[in-house]
């Protein structure tokens, strides 16, 4: 089978989704030679990603990298310790990098439809070998205007805060820090979470510390 050649990095799928629900995906990263390295090489928990249907492109959905988890692919010889760094491991033995995989555990929570942004998961779940993708600047302006939903999910499926922290420094960033952009987003919280003051102030005081940065 041959390659699908993109036209450039940011329109390239990094992963694949290898198990679906309707709400949570997990999703498998291409090896190193064939993935987008512009957004492989900045995975990391809290990041939003857009998922694409294999066979419509036009169907899409957003969703929150919620847990990454570095396996092997070979179930009968698992990985052990070998005491060799990674130049050492890429000249000696080269074949362990074939037998590990990279999955992303992402939590679906917003979609697209006829152009429309709604958000919350879509009706339709994605499907097995749909396209996993990075998000353009417009879209995480879009997807970080209206934080309780993201907030409610977080809340919803007891997932760890540090996830909202990550998000919220994300939009900040694609905003080019705007410091009204904290404040709004300290505001959501608080009215979200005013029940809960231990994982509250935490919050605030780590939000306190991205302008400060």
């Not at 990041?47 to 070979?74: A, E, M, P, Q, R």
């Not at 992402?106 to 429309?116: E, P, Q, R, S, V």
């Not at 995480?140 to 420094?169: A, F, P, R, V």
Request: aromatic share 8%; net charge neutral; with cysteine.
């Amino acid at each position: 089978m041959s390659k699908v050649t993109h036209k450039t990095a940011q329109d390239e799928a990094f992963a694949e989704v290898v198990c679906s629900t309707s709400e949570v995906i997990i999703a498998q990263c291409y090896k190193e030679d064939t993935a987008a390295k512009a957004f492989k090489n900045s995975i990391s928990q809290g990041s939003i990603v857009k998922i694409i249907s294999s066979y419509d492109d036009s169907y899409l959905s957003f969703g929150l990298i919620t847990k990454i988890n570095n396996t092997s692919l070979d179930h009968i010889h698992k990985p052990s310790a070998l005491g060799l760094n990674q130049k050492e491991l890429a000249e000696l033995q080269p074949q362990v990098y074939e037998l590990l995989k990279k999955e992303l555990e992402i939590y679906l929570f917003a979609h697209k439809d006829n152009g429309t942004l709604l958000t919350y998961p879509p009706q339709k779940p994605m499907m097995i070998h749909d396209f996993v993708k990075g998000i353009t600047s417009q879209e995480g302006l879009e997807l970080t205007e209206n934080l309780s939903d993201l907030i409610n999910l977080i809340k919803k499926n007891q997932l760890k805060m540090d996830l909202l922290i990550n998000l919220i420094e994300f939009g900040f960033k694609v905003r080019g820090n705007n410091y009204n952009y904290l404040v709004k987003a300290g505001k959501e919280i608080s009215l979200v979470c005013s029940d809960e003051v231990e994982t509250l102030f935490p919050v605030l005081k780590r939000l306190s510390k991205l302008n400060s940065g």
